[in-house]
Structures are given as structure tokens and as C-alpha cells.
């Protein structure tokens, strides 16, 4: 798990246009990063779409959105134009960078442990620190989260 006050992993990932995306991209604003496992799935959407639906807050505050999961771009690509997201979605199908951030673990359903995304938020602020992480967040409260540090 990161550490508040320290710089977060960087990385460079492709996005659903296939553009290569960095943390260093957003210094001198703050960067909602979220984790999620898989695209188009209910929980998955619920977060994008609160993400989405608080864009004019979110900007409001200075804060741009990134979220990261497993999928391809093709896939993430769909999502996006399905639900109208306009944030960078990220593919991360070899799941380093969810590593990086401790947002990959072993998980269970049904009684089958199995490994995956855990879902995960962070806050990170103007200069690439850790402003604070949520592990194992509900969807609907990625963006009540981010807020309530702001």
C-alpha cells in the first residue's frame, strides 16, 4: 500500500485513443486516480459514471480523473463512447501498475480465491504526493471520497 505524503509510482500506460498517459501529465493539478476491475460491468459503471456525472465539481477543484483497469483499449474505448465518460481510461493488462499501487491482490467469490483488482482510489496532489488512498472502495464512494479531502 502507498504511502500519504510520498510520490506515487509512475508509469506510462495507453489510453482508449491510444494515447501513452503519465502521472507527470497532470503535475500542477490534482489527480483522481481509480482502479477498477473490469469495463462495463454494474459496479465498474457506477463509478465511472459518479466520476463522470461530477466532472464540473471535480474541474471545479482542479481535479482530473484517471481510472485504470485490466481491459484493452478496444474494450475501455467502448465504454467510454457507451457512457460518454471524456477521462482517460488505461490499460493495465499486465497489472504492474496495479501492483505498483497495491490495487491487485488476491480476492475471493463464492469461496474461490482467485487474484484481481482491488478496487482502489487515490488523491494526488499538484506535485505527484499521495494525498490519501481508499483500498477496497464502494464505487459510489470514489467521488464522495476525493471531495471530502478537498
Keep these: 500500500m502507498l504511502e500519504e505524503g510520498k510520490k506515487v509510482p509512475d508509469f506510462a500506460l495507453e489510453d482508449q485513443d491510444g494515447n501513452t498517459v503519465r502521472p507527470a501529465d ?19 459503471t457506477t463509478q465511472a459514471c ?10 471545479g477543484k482542479g481535479v482530473a480523473a484517471v481510472g485504470i483497469s485490466p481491459d484493452p483499449p478496444k474494450a475501455q474505448k467502448k465504454f467510454d ?6 477521462f482517460p481510461l488505461l490499460s493495465d493488462a499486465d497489472h504492474k501498475v496495479a501492483q505498483a499501487y497495491g490495487a491487485w491482490g488476491e480476492k ?5 480465491k482467485y487474484m484481481g483488482i482491488i478496487r482502489s482510489s487515490f488523491l494526488i496532489d499538484e506535485e505527484g504526493r499521495l494525498v490519501k488512498a481508499w483500498y477496497k472502495v ?13
Design 50 to 59: 459518479s466520476i463522470r456525472d461530477a466532472s464540473a465539481d471535480l474541474t
Design 108 to 112: 475471493s467469490m463464492y469461496g474461490k
Design 81 to 86: 463512447d457507451k457512457y460518454g465518460l471524456s
Design 138 to 150: 464502494k464505487p459510489a464512494d470514489t467521488v464522495p471520497n476525493a471531495m471530502g479531502e478537498m
Design 26 to 44: 497532470y503535475r500542477g493539478k490534482k489527480l483522481l486516480l481509480y482502479f477498477y476491475p473490469k469495463a462495463n460491468t454494474s459496479g465498474c
